[in-house]
Structures are given as structure tokens and as C-alpha cells.
Nanobody, 115 residues
């Protein structure tokens, strides 16, 4: 089994920054993609950013140039640096890990951006 624990969410004013962290533990493959998804009230969960085990990244168009995903493979931790936050970024952010034996989700962390 794999456990994912997120931290770093909170309340911030528009234009501000937050950094989310997600620490993974358990049976983790050497090759495992990690990523962040988010779900706003009344909306479907959507991919925010994803990073492969060798560091390739992709982002949702809505966050390109503002968010940066990174990972520390030695610590099995993925980060999401969020800058220039907008009210429409308000959502519960979920960490995800995807490997050959399955996909796993964290419990989610709330990010609220006030205008």
C-alpha cells in the first residue's frame, strides 16, 4: 500500500503564493509519476500538474507560468509552488501517485484564494 500526506494549503489573497507538499510512503516503485489534481465545488476533479520519475512535467493551461511542480525522489515527496494565485484557483488539491501496481490519492488540502 501507498500513503500520501499533503500539507501547505490555506487561505491567501489574490496574487499571493502557497507551496504544497506531498510525502509518499509505502511500496513505491522506482518509476512512479506524481501529480496534483484539484476539485472546486460543483466541478469535476482536474489535473493541475504532473511530473514523471525522471522529471518531465506537464501542466494545465490555466496554471502554466504560475505553478511549478517538482519532486525529491530521495524523500518521495512532490511539491507544487503556486504563484500569482487567483480566486478561481480555490479548490481542494489532491496529491496523486501513479505506478504499475496502481494509483493512489491523498486526502486533499484546501486552498482558498480571496479577491
Amino acid at each position: 500500500q501507498v500513503q500520501l500526506v499533503e500539507s501547505g494549503g490555506g487561505l491567501v489573497q489574490a496574487g499571493g503564493s502557497l507551496r504544497l507538499s506531498c510525502a509518499a510512503s509505502g511500496r513505491i516503485d522506482r518509476i512512479a509519476d506524481m501529480g496534483w489534481h484539484r476539485q472546486a465545488p460543483g466541478k469535476q476533479r482536474e489535473l493541475v500538474a504532473r511530473i514523471t520519475s525522471d522529471g518531465n512535467t506537464n501542466y494545465a493551461d490555466s496554471v502554466k507560468g504560475r505553478f511549478t511542480i517538482s519532486r525529491d525522489n530521495g524523500k518521495n515527496t512532490v511539491y507544487l509552488q503556486m504563484n500569482s494565485l487567483k480566486p478561481e484557483d480555490t479548490a481542494v488539491y489532491y496529491c496523486a501517485l501513479m505506478q504499475s501496481r496502481g494509483g493512489y490519492w491523498g486526502q486533499g488540502t484546501q486552498v482558498t484564494v480571496s479577491s
